[in-house]
């Protein structure tokens, strides 16, 4: 299995803040890689796929990049509607594997 | 635009079968190159993906789940579904049915099952 390790597990930022999340794959992922947001009681939502591409009506704010082992999401500036937890997730190989997901609260 | 709702027993007891179907509506599940797909969550952990199904009939399955997930189709109600065997207080989750190819993912909104006596 691929082992997606995520950090940091919760993150504390200001309205207007640059936020950074990384994910780091066991293995070579290639550009195989989702980045989620999830709110309470929802299901998760994707916001970039294939580590880079936004999907369609998702902000400009948020941004991928990456491939192979490294990935890194970004919210360039950080709005109070931003509030969730984020998880990336491969889809290189079988079986699908998630990182532990970052918490993201408003300092 | 496809939708998928997962229906089901919400409360199973230890040692039986859950069983869940999810129905799709807005499209075909026979159509395309799409994968249908389990993933479950436990109430404040991450998310694990247990299975999924080809629109032509083959699957891959978590090798966690130790032989105990089946996923299968029926073309014929547009619905596809999780069978998880000899079920314990660890597999108490929300459970989802997903769509995907590729990055293309749709959820549908979750179901949670409770394993207790």
């Known amino acids: 299995d691929i082992q997606m390790t995520q950090s940091p597990s919760s993150l504390s930022a200001s309205v207007g803040d640059r936020v950074t999340i990384t994910c780091q794959a066991s293995?070579?992922?290639?550009?195989?890689l989702n980045w989620y947001q999830q709110k309470p009681g929802k299901a998760p939502k994707v916001l970039i796929y294939?580590?880079?591409n936004l999907k369609t009506g998702v902000p400009s704010r948020f941004s991928g990049s990456g491939s192979g082992t490294d990935f890194t999401f970004t919210i360039s500036s950080l709005q109070p509607e931003d509030i969730a937890t984020y998880y990336c997730?491969?889809?290189?190989?079988?079986?699908?594997?998630f990182g532990q997901g970052t918490k993201l609260e408003i300092k | 635009q496809v939708q998928l709702q997962e229906s089901g027993p919400g409360l199973v007891k230890p040692s039986q079968t859950l069983s869940l179907s999810c129905t799709v509506s807005g499209g075909s599940i026979s159509s395309g190159s799409y994968y249908w797909s389990w993933i479950r969550q436990p109430a404040g952990k991450g998310l694990e993906w247990l299975g999924r199904i080809y629109s032509g009939g083959g699957t891959n399955y978590n090798p966690s789940l130790k032989s105990r997930v089946t996923i299968s189709v029926d073309t014929s109600k547009n619905q596809f579904s999780l069978r998880l065997n000899s079920v314990t207080a660890a597999d108490t989750a929300v459970y989802y049915c997903?769509?995907?190819?590729?990055?293309?993912?749709?959820w549908g909104p979750g179901t949670l099952v409770t394993v207790s006596s």
């Open positions: 997730q491969q889809y290189n190989n079988v079986p699908y594997t």
């Open positions: 997903v769509r995907h190819f590729y990055g293309d993912y749709n």
């Open positions: 294939d580590a880079s």
């Open positions: 293995q070579d992922s290639r550009k195989y």
